[in-house]
């Protein structure tokens, strides 16, 4: 099951995904680094740095490459951490020392504030887990588009890797 809805007024993205894998399985493909370099990133994009400090305050930091071998990386700290049920923490662009810049630094169009905020939640559902997103803060329009489309292509490849 893939939905997602785009409430652009308030600049909000909501995407629910059911996986064929325990929650705890879905849990550890969100925290386990080696797990994450599996999926993140749209399709055909690898992820050849994945950092992360898992604990309330800890920070993360991501590199997705593209085919052509452009990097993008972001970083964001972790707010609020259940393990196995909720994972809240900030999104932003950065550079490869994990320095906050803004969008426009990757061509990025759209009045993107510096700081987005992710909550994912994991529910045991039939034998599955279903994963709730909502990712907040994006413009209107295009940019929630394309993050709309980035999103459900990495958890096409997050499916893959579940199994």
């Not at 994972?87 to 990025?108: C, E, I, K, R, W």
């Not at 907040?136 to 980035?150: H, T």
Request: glycine share 10%.
């Amino acid at each position: 099951m893939a939905e997602a809805t785009l409430t652009e007024e308030r600049g909000r993205l909501f995407i629910q995904r059911i996986f064929a894998a325990s929650r705890e399985q879905v849990w550890r493909a969100w925290t386990d680094p080696e797990v994450i370099a599996q999926w993140w990133g749209p399709a055909e994009f690898t992820a050849p740095v994945v950092k992360v400090d898992l604990r309330e305050g800890g920070r993360y930091l991501f590199a997705m490459r593209s085919p052509e071998g452009q990097e993008v990386w972001s970083t964001g700290e972790y707010r609020e951490i259940v393990a196995g049920e909720r994972l809240v923490f900030t999104d932003s662009f950065a550079n490869a020392q994990g320095n906050v810049v803004p969008a426009s630094t990757y061509g990025m169009s759209g009045d993107w504030p510096l700081e987005l905020l992710v909550t994912v939640t994991f529910e045991e559902h039939s034998g599955g887990t279903k994963m709730t997103l909502r990712h907040e803060g994006i413009p209107a329009g295009e940019p929630i588009e394309q993050v709309e489309a980035g999103w459900n292509e990495s958890f096409d490849r997050l499916a893959t890797v579940l199994g």
